[in-house]
């Protein structure tokens, strides 16, 4: 099942100022994160005063998803997901996918990031 776009809009890719870029950014929501979960994935988020708009991070590890392929298809999932949930308040938020991730169906994965989403919401 291929990955939900919009077509009205007019990138398909995450803009930069979107993204978590450093470490010290990602320590920023590990060090007081509040958090939301299910089966497949762990969310981390944390306000960011500083930003005007919602960030993301994105941890995929190689112990949950063993093939690169997986692992990748994951991400860009979690990256679509992100970008076309435009209510997001203005926080830093890491993605932490689980072990059955990889073996599920990418409109399964989209329905659990989106459940998510309204959670933090």
Wanted: hydrophobic fraction near 35%; proline fraction near 4%.
């Amino acid at each position: 099942m291929a990955i939900l776009l919009n077509s009205n809009s007019p990138s398909f890719k995450l803009q930069k100022h979107s993204k978590l870029l450093d470490a010290k950014a990602y320590k920023f929501v590990f060090s007081k994160a509040n958090k939301v979960g299910d089966a497949f994935f762990t969310i981390l988020y944390r306000e960011n005063k500083a930003q005007h708009h919602p960030r993301l991070g994105v941890i995929v590890a190689k112990k949950n998803s063993k093939k690169a392929v997986d692992r990748n298809r994951i991400k860009r999932l979690i990256r679509e997901s992100f970008r076309l949930y435009p209510n997001l308040p203005k926080y830093d938020i890491v993605v932490l996918s689980k072990r059955p991730t990889g073996t599920q169906t990418n409109q399964q994965l989209y329905t659990s990031l989106s459940k998510l989403w309204q959670k933090i919401t």
